[in-house]
């Protein structure tokens, strides 16, 4: 497999890099790593200037498509006094279809959209860094994270740049490979183009 790289950033393999990732970011990169070693070779990490983590000012300043940029939407809702959480991977060019598609998915009345200071203490990531590999799975009780991907990025040509845990750096990789993350459920219909 060859490294994945995209726009004038300095693509580097994740596993060679793992002081640019966050710690459970790192902690879930070893873990596939060590389940299957041929996602070593197919996950890139880049640094970055933090103050252009935020999606619209990397993709302008390096010619990013929108479409590679998987935006990680923390969404929270409750049914019978039983908390039920999110986290929905969506292309920038499109928003998450929170109201109807994920209220449904997660079987509740009412889906929101977690407050800051509650998305970083729930997944030990920095705002603006968010990403899908690190957060919780959904443990036997019932608590942690669904992983939603909209199925866009199972497109055979598809890449992912997603949030390392900090703002210092993005991950890439493959759609597909986005898709074949431990823990993601591929959704059809889960966003809505803009």
Known sequence: MTLPSLGDLDWVPAVSRTDLLGEPTRAALNEWVAADPSVASQIAVCEIDPANADTATLTELHALPLE?????????????????????????????????????????????FLPRERAVETTGQEYGGIGPLGLPLIDDEGRGW?????????????????????????????????????????????????
Not at 170 to 178: D, E, N, V
Request: proline share 4%; with cysteine.
């Open 68 to 112: 590679a940029s998987a935006n990680c939407v923390l969404v929270a809702g409750t049914r019978a006094g039983t908390e039920k959480l999110a986290a929905c991977v969506v292309g920038a060019h499109t928003f998450a279809d929170v109201n109807n598609r994920v209220r449904k998915l997660l079987d509740v009345r009412k889906a929101s």
């Open 146 to 194: 669904r992983i939603l991907v909209d199925s866009r990025f199972s497109a055979p040509d598809a890449l992912a740049l997603m949030g390392s845990g900090v703002r210092k750096s993005k991950i890439l990789m493959p759609g597909p490979l986005l898709c074949a993350m431990p823990g993601v459920e591929v959704v059809e219909d889960l966003a809505i183009v803009k």
